[in-house]
């Protein structure tokens, strides 16, 4: 019986050793394999990066391997998990996760694991919360939802499997083990009943929610704590010490909530096309939102001064931190 990580993980093309620091498939030596540069990119961005493409087809190709071959999994279930994990999504919060590790020094390959184990904790959160239970949506990244497709149990199973290959990989892939361990730890926190899980079952709750520090409260909860989480699982990947960490951490709540604000803010005003989500769904179910709570033009205010304080903590950083400013400043400006 095989017993390296490459046996859940890798594909075919995989080349090291199983013991070799690059055994999960993402660069040999420190470089991208043979076909890397072929990858298709399949989320087209405007990614205020002058590489953008190429930090997208490293991610693509990393979330592509990490499912590529699941030891024993279902097809159709296989099949729903990359439907979901491999669709058209912008990829801020894996992104997030290399930007924050570059910034403190770090390198990519370390912290690939990490930006794919909150990709899947976000595909997984977005198939439970297109669910009929949930927001009951048909369409997500331009495409019919989960559900649509594979049926509401499956998608269940797909978001269950998704979870919890999300700690695997950060198990199994992140070094040392020590690391490891604390990665699982920041990433359960954020997933978790006092935040992403929590924050979704405040959202579904009549009357959870009443002042703007309730919504404050609720938002930064369902959305801010993964991308929180996000800046630092990258800093620690690149051995950052507690006030980089910490520094991160405070731009991502920061960054995390405004990202929810615009959310419901293209709710409202979005392109159902460029957004690929159906829109003025918020008011209709009743959800308790920015532009529901204070306007428009508030919410639009509040989402600007929240990216102006997240990119004032990034001073200490200097030029290190030039991507995780300009991700800043798409995040208000962004389409979809
Ligand atoms: C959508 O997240 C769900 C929210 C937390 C608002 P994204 O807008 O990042 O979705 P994708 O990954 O690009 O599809
Ligand atoms: C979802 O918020 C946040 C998650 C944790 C998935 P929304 O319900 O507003 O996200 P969309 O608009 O469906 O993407
Ligand atoms: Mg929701
Ligand atoms: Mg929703
Ligand atoms: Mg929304």
Redesign the pocket.
């Known amino acids: 019986m095989k017993s390296s990580r490459l046996e859940c993980f890798a594909n075919d093309s995989a080349v090291s050793a199983p013991d070799s620091r690059f055994a999960w498939p993402f660069f040999v030596d420190g470089n991208p394999p043979y076909n890397f540069v072929h990858f298709p990119v399949t989320?087209q961005s405007a990614l205020p990066l002058p590489d953008a493409e190429d930090w997208l087809r490293r991610i693509e190709y990393a979330l592509d391997a990490a499912t590529a071959r699941v030891v024993g999994c279902p097809q159709a279930l296989h099949e729903a998990m990359r439907y979901s994990l491999l669709?058209?999504?912008?990829?801020?919060?894996p992104l997030l996760v290399l930007l924050a590790a570059r910034a403190c020094g770090g390198s990519i390959e370390a912290a690939m694991p990490a930006a794919c184990a909150v990709?899947m904790v976000?595909?997984y959160?977005?198939i439970h919360?297109d669910l009929p239970a949930m927001d009951n949506d048909d369409l997500?990244?331009g495409r019919p939802t989960c559900h649509k497709v594979f049926g509401e149990a499956l998608a269940i199973l797909a978001g269950d499997a998704l979870l919890t290959a999300a700690f695997q990989v950060l198990a199994n892939e992140v070094r040392p083990p020590a690391l490891a361990a604390e990665c699982c730890a920041v990433l359960a926190e954020a997933a978790g009943a006092g935040q992403l899980v929590g924050g979704q079952a405040e959202d579904i709750e009549a009357n959870a929610v009443n002042t703007i520090d309730d919504l404050e409260s609720m938002h930064s909860r369902?959305?801010g704590a993964?991308i929180a989480a996000s800046l630092v699982l990258g800093a620690k990947t690149a051995g950052a010490d507690p006030p980089r960490v910490e520094a991160l951490a405070n731009y991502g709540r920061r960054l995390g909530l405004a990202?929810?604000i615009v959310?419901d803010l293209l709710d409202v005003q979005g392109n159902e096309a460029a957004v690929?989500?159906r829109l003025q769904k918020d008011a209709r179910q009743g959800k308790r939102t920015f532009p529901a709570l204070i306007g428009v033009e508030a919410s639009r205010r509040r989402a600007e001064q929240l990216v102006a304080e997240a990119c004032a903590v990034l001073e200490p950083f200097g030029s290190s931190a030039r991507e995780l400013r300009a991700l800043a400043g798409y995040v208000l400006e962004r389409n979809?």
Not at 87 to 93: Q, S
Request: aromatic fraction near 4%; glycine fraction near 12%.
């Open positions: 989320s669709g058209p999504g912008k990829r801020l919060r990709e976000h595909a959160s977005l919360d997500r990244r369902k959305t993964m990202f929810q959310d690929g989500k979809r």
